[in-house]
């Protein structure tokens, strides 16, 4: 997209003036660092046996698979030859971080399958051994894959793969979106990007946005689809984990600002220009004081303060909390991604990017994508059902 | 069929697929193809190699007129394959101002006329076909590859449109070409030296500011023109081991 060439501060390469990575690169860090988030939360319960996250577990890795699946498309729909897309896979070139992520990414998708399928077991077989007719019948006896054995023995063997592949899984998620960060991050011509920090950055804000994400879900479920109120000790649990990761998360992506400016490097003016004349609304701001600072101020208080608030206190807080989280890691990754863009190659200028809401790769495609799992969700649990297993175990 | 059974065929066929597309799909580009495109010319026997003088280039812009003709590239301020710089010292700044208004395509207007220059130098720019390639390390799909006599190429029947080698390019020397919906980039016009001729840039060039030869030609030009100077090469710290040698241009010059 081309940019306001009268809006450059300072000089840019020429062909700089034409933005290539538009909102469409912003929403995939964004979309995959909700599945490895979504994912970390269902290994609390699943691995390390936290039954205060037993509620949303399966919820968690319905909605990781929906966004797992979503997670391609941004770059699908960024593709100038959308055909050519699959060839990243069949045909990848082994020294590009892109191409690797092809493999990261069908690896990751098969260990959730995998994991789904064999955590689902039992609401597989129970819905496809169902007297009525119906849709739902159909594809859970295709899903059973031929086979109906639900016997104590066999049930054993399926929680000891489920376990090890949860297991499995929380590399591989972690693997999944560190290696996001990883692609921006060994782009040696960008020094906004050009960081080995870079990685734990994207992995630890997902970890943290997908932790919002599922209590946000979880609020949801609890409030609109099964009323009935939420559990203080997952309310709890959400909290402290929303909390550790954030403070890790805000250490680390101050301690990489810290190293540019404390290095003084050749490109620290020009990052400091970029700070100062693009990034001050949405990074400064946006996402550093008020998408940042709110919610750590809300979970401090939280913890420290009000640890003896009533559970309707709790929830609606870490519920404002969440929203700011969310909000806060959208930015984070349009300043990347963006940011990153609009400071030159060249470290002598700046220029201003303005986001545009029609074309394929504008803001409305990316609100539909960014959408799009949660539909998924909601399909994949009207045919695996994750609530009335839930409602079981709480009774 | 059992479940066992279904599994074991499910992952044969899988892997199957996998290994066939993955190792044994056969290249596009066979031997026979490769001899017909380069026409007889043998990319082993060369090795190019470019040079810039700054200190004879006026700024007047032929060359990227000349490339923008050459190469079909728009001429619009957002693409180029090789563009001018202007770098002018002003008394009483500390650092340079610099611009390149149009990529230089229209020359540079006089708008230091008030100000005191205390020196001043144009930088012609193009893509440095560096011997490590950030682009072809990035390419998700080996579209952009490097030529065995040292040129940067791209393969419009790959490319996929990511967009990851511009964004990988520290000297900003790619741009997307709209029209292939490829990207795109100088090529030292690989289609005129396969021939024998020179880069259009060089043939504009009324002061002989660009050098370009076989750097296996012990006479050639470039060669010559390499032993002669003391040259420097652009972002010597990120390891890219850019080619065009540079004479007469301050070590800001990035």
Redesign the interface.
């Known amino acids: 997209m ?1 940019v306001d ?1 009268s809006l450059v501060q ?9 933005l ?2 538009s909102f469409m690169l912003v929403i995939y860090p964004y979309i995959t660092g909700l599945v490895a988030g979504a994912f970390v939360v269902s290994a609390f319960y699943e691995v390390f046996g936290n039954e205060h996250f037993k509620p949303v577990s399966r919820l968690s890795l319905l909605c990781s698979l929906g966004f797992l699946i979503v997670c391609v498309l941004p ?1 699908e729909f ?4 959308h055909l ?2 699959f ?7 082994p ?5 690797g992520f ?1 493999g990261v990414y069908l690896w990751y998708l098969f260990i959730l399958v995998l994991e789904i399928w064999f955590n689902f077991r039992e609401k597989i077989v129970e819905g496809a051994e169902s007297k009525k007719p119906s849709l739902r019948r159909f594809v859970l006896r295709i899903l059973t ?3 109906h054995d639900v016997s104590e023995k066999a049930m054993k063997g399926v929680h000891k793969v489920t376990h090890t592949l949860a297991i499995i899984g929380i590399p591989s998620a972690c693997f999944l979106h560190g290696y996001v960060g990883f692609i921006f991050g060994s ?4 020094h906004w990007w050009a960081s080995a920090l870079m990685p734990f950055i994207f992995l630890l804000s997902a970890v943290v946005s997908g932790v919002a994400m599922m209590f946000i879900l979880y609020w949801i479920c609890c409030v609109f689809i099964k009323k009935e109120p939420m559990r203080l000790g997952t309310v709890n649990a959400f909290i402290s984990l929303l909390f550790g990761f954030l403070i890790v998360d805000l250490v680390f992506e101050a301690l990489e600002v810290l190293q540019i400016f404390y290095a003084h490097i ?1 490109a620290t003016p020009a990052v400091a220009a970029l700070i100062r004349n693009e990034l001050m609304g949405s990074y400064v701001w946006g996402q550093a004081i008020i998408g940042s600072g709110v919610p750590f101020i809300i979970l401090l208080l939280l913890v420290w303060v009000l640890p003896w608030s009533k559970r309707h206190l709790r929830q609606g807080l870490m519920l404002i909390a969440s929203l700011f989280v969310l909000g806060s890691v959208l930015l984070m990754r349009w300043n990347v991604v963006i940011g990153g ?1 609009e400071l ?5 200028g700046t220029f201003h990017f303005s986001e545009v809401f029609g074309t394929h790769e504008g803001v409305g495609v990316g609100i539909c994508l960014l959408l799009l799992p949660f539909i998924l969700m909601i399909i994949f649990s009207l045919f695996l059902d994750p609530w009335e297993y839930e409602k079981k175990e709480v009774k | 069929m059992k479940r066992r059974d279904f599994i074991k065929a499910t992952g044969t066929v899988t892997l199957a697929a996998g290994v066939y597309l993955t190792v044994l799909k056969p290249s596009p580009v066979n031997a026979k193809e490769e001899k017909d495109w380069l026409n007889g010319y043998d990319w082993n026997k060369h090795y190019w190699g470019f040079g810039i003088d700054s200190t004879k280039c006026i700024g007047c812009g032929s060359c990227v007129r000349a490339c923008k003709e050459e190469n079909d590239v728009p001429k619009d301020p957002y693409h180029f394959r090789c563009w001018v710089e202007r770098y002018a010292h002003l008394k009483g700044e500390e650092k340079p101002k610099v611009d390149s208004p149009n990529g230089g395509y229209n020359s540079f207007p006089d708008k230091y006329k008030k100000e005191e220059v205390l020196k001043a130098f144009f930088v012609p720019k193009l893509c440095n076909q560096c011997a490590v390639p950030p682009c072809v390390q990035v390419c998700p799909v080996g579209a952009t590859y490097q030529t065995k006599d040292g040129v940067v190429l791209v393969d419009n029947d790959y490319c996929i449109g990511c967009r990851y080698c511009i964004s990988a390019c520290p000297f900003g020397a790619r741009y997307m070409n709209d029209e292939a919906g490829c990207a795109d980039k100088c090529t030292w016009c690989y289609h005129r030296i396969t021939k024998g001729l020179e880069p259009a840039c060089v043939l504009a060039c009324p002061v002989g500011a660009r050098i370009f030869g076989d750097l296996k030609d012990e006479n050639s030009e470039i060669n010559k023109f390499i032993e002669e100077h003391k040259i420097i090469t652009l972002k010597p710290d990120l390891g890219c081991e850019a080619k065009v040698a540079y004479v007469g241009i301050d070590s800001e010059v990035r």
Not at chain 1, 10 to 18: M, T
Not at chain 1, 87 to 93: D, I, K, L, Q, V
């Open positions: 081309p060439l300072g000089f840019i390469y020429p062909n700089e003036g034409w290539q990575w770059l960024h593709l100038t030859h050519r897309g060839e990243m896979f069949s045909t990848p070139n020294s590009s971080a892109m191409a092809g894959l031929g086979s782009i040696k011509a960008n050749e863009q030159s190659r060249s470290l002598l």
